[in-house]
């Protein structure tokens, strides 16, 4: 017995103010040997006896009137749709934010350095100067041992400082997809020509902040599947 089965439906319209137009088909077919023996003696041989069936159906569906349904369930859509591209925006200003937060941080970070190094210059002439003055008897060995206490201390912060600049180097390399072993240098200053009134930042808040019109389409959205 083979039996073959095809349906096609159709596709429905994604406009929810259009019809709905199904169409259903099958087809069917089965091939049958059939081999009888009764007790009287007859005897029923049916070699491939073929059976053939197909049926089809078409309906259409059309909502005339649903309350206005139709009217909010479109610009609830239409609002999800523009909320994803506000979405998106806030996921670029977050990378944005995240590279020049990384930026700055190694800017500042280089400062830090700077500043340890210097300090190892001084605890050097530390070192040397309690040396020179145990040495000639008007200092300790303490003051000595102290001095390069401090020496020691200030070597170990600056390992530890470069090894923070290297990795937010690395840091700062995989938010702009380069090579993570990529070298660069940052400016040593921070010029800042941005200096608004809070007035300003106000105003362009309500205007430009992607969060403020993210949940403004929140609330639009949920008002709108009330009306659903």
Excluded at 1 to 26: E, I, K, V, W, Y
Excluded at 57 to 71: E, N, Q, R, V, Y
Excluded at 105 to 132: N, P, T, Y
């Amino acid at each position: 017995d083979h039996r073959d089965l095809h349906s096609f439906p159709t596709r429905r319209s994604s406009d929810l103010m259009l019809p709905d137009l199904n169409l259903d088909a099958a087809y069917s077919r089965s091939n049958n040997s059939t081999k009888q023996k009764y007790s009287n003696g007859d005897q029923v041989d049916r070699n491939n006896a073929l059976s053939e069936n197909m049926n089809a159906g078409i309906s259409l569906g059309w909502t005339i009137f649903d309350g206005t349904k139709m009217f909010s369930t479109k610009r609830r859509l239409a609002e999800l749709s523009s909320q994803a591209s506000t979405t998106l925006k806030i996921q670029m200003e977050d990378v944005y934010l995240s590279v020049t937060s990384a930026y700055y941080e190694i800017s500042r970070q280089q400062q830090l350095l700077k500043s340890i190094r210097e300090e190892i210059q001084l605890g050097k002439e530390r070192v040397s100067i309690a040396e020179r003055r145990l040495s000639n008897g008007s200092g300790s060995k303490l003051e000595v041992l102290h001095a390069k206490t401090d020496l020691n201390s200030m070597l170990s912060a600056e390992m530890s400082q470069s090894s923070e600049i290297k990795s937010t180097s690395i840091e700062l390399n995989r938010l702009l997809s380069r090579k993570l072993e990529t070298g660069f240098v940052v400016e040593d200053s921070v010029r800042v020509v941005f200096n608004p009134s809070l007035d300003d930042v106000k105003n362009k808040s309500k205007e430009s902040n992607k969060f403020r019109s993210y949940y403004r389409q929140q609330l639009l959205i949920s008002e709108l599947a009330l009306k659903e």
